[in-house]
């Protein structure tokens, strides 16, 4: 990553300077994830391809900027902790949210248990696992699959998304780490749904198959505060559509979040399959795919162009 006071003098709302700064971001990121390794602790995860890298831009008035491998279909993995999230905070409400689960960054690893055993019974947030296991025990009360997968469909304005049914296998026979998360929250006494039934749910949402494409229609549905921009759907109140935004901003790259909210400023969401979702206030819904991770497991390439983009386009969330 680079930090620099350079800004070089263009024009940022022509079309064509802000396609060029794209273009030159997917180039970045192609290059840049060369460094990645692609996630191996679920192993029909280790078959993608670490070359891969994809970016899609979406506008508010239609326009989609994309190169790369803007189609290919990956799992979505801990990005649906927003969809889920998103779930809660509009069917529940803010305060039975927030009851079962804190809003503060932890500096620990996606999957760490260590604050959940000797500090608070209620995991830290909703962006690691154990809050997303705790948002689907509420959840799971409530809802079936098919539910969250028709919320996620519209919220990713794209009907094809479907449970990839392998890596959900996968990810049932390898989720140890989970099952200890989710049964240590029952020994605590906090945990509000079936174990089985909420583990279930939420490898079945980290198996759901999306693309950049997707990615970026949810992006621009943050971005305009919850309001689908082409249809005027309203899919999650705005003032919820804030509360999203703030925790991805300050814990959606698990414990890179700090670094990553200095140097690229976005609202934003990663996944061990290889996508960071991004939204920019009034402006762009953003999606890179690139399974190629850091040592975090954030992607190395989708990083590095949302730093590129960021920089040169302004959309730092403090300029």
Same mark, same amino acid.
């Given at each position: 990553m680079y930090f620099t006071y350079e800004q070089p003098e263009f024009d940022r709302k022509d079309p064509a300077e802000i396609r060029r700064v794209i273009k030159e971001a997917y180039l970045v990121g192609k290059d840049a994830a060369r460094e990645g390794k692609v996630a191996d602790y679920i192993p029909e995860l280790a078959k993608a391809d670490g070359n891969d890298f994809g970016i899609c831009v979406k506008t508010l008035d239609g326009e989609a900027i994309e190169f790369g491998d803007v189609e290919k279909?990956? /799992?979505i993995q801990s990005i649906s902790k927003v969809i889920n999230l998103a779930v809660s905070l509009k069917f529940m409400g803010f305060q039975e949210t927030f009851a079962h689960v804190r809003m503060e960054p932890t500096g620990d690893s996606f999957n760490s248990i260590l604050k959940l055993d000797t500090v608070d019974d209620h995991p830290f947030n909703p962006m690691i696992n154990a809050g997303a296991i705790q948002v689907m025990s509420v959840l799971s009360n409530v809802f079936e699959f098919e539910e969250l997968l028709e919320f996620a469909r519209n919220f990713c304005m794209d009907n094809d998304i479907e449970l990839n049914e392998k890596v959900y296998r996968s990810e049932s026979e390898t989720g140890d780490r989970n099952r200890a998360i989710t049964y240590l929250l029952k020994s605590k006494g906090v945990l509000q749904?079936?174990?089985?039934k909420t583990?279930?749910?939420?490898?079945?949402?980290?198996?759901?198959?999306?693309?950049?494409?997707?990615?970026?229609n949810m992006g621009l549905i943050l971005a305009n505060g919850g309001q689908n921009p082409y249809n005027g759907k309203h899919i999650i109140h705005p003032a919820y559509i804030r509360v999203i935004k703030s925790l991805m901003y300050t814990c959606g790259l698990y414990d890179?979040?700090?670094?990553?909210?200095?140097?690229?400023?976005?609202?934003?969401? /990663?996944g061990v399959g290889g996508g960071i979702i991004g939204a920019v206030d009034n402006l762009y819904g953003i999606g890179t795919y690139g399974p190629a991770l850091n040592q975090k497991g954030n992607s190395v390439g989708g990083i590095s162009?949302?730093? +590129?983009?960021? +920089?040169?386009? +302004?959309?730092n969330v403090f300029y």
């Open positions: 279909r990956f /799992s749904g079936d174990p089985d583990l279930d749910m939420y490898f079945r949402m980290c198996s759901l198959n999306v693309n950049a494409r997707s990615l970026a890179e979040s700090g670094e990553y909210g200095v140097l690229v400023g976005i609202p934003s969401k /990663s162009a949302m730093q +590129h983009m960021s +920089h040169l386009l +302004h959309l």
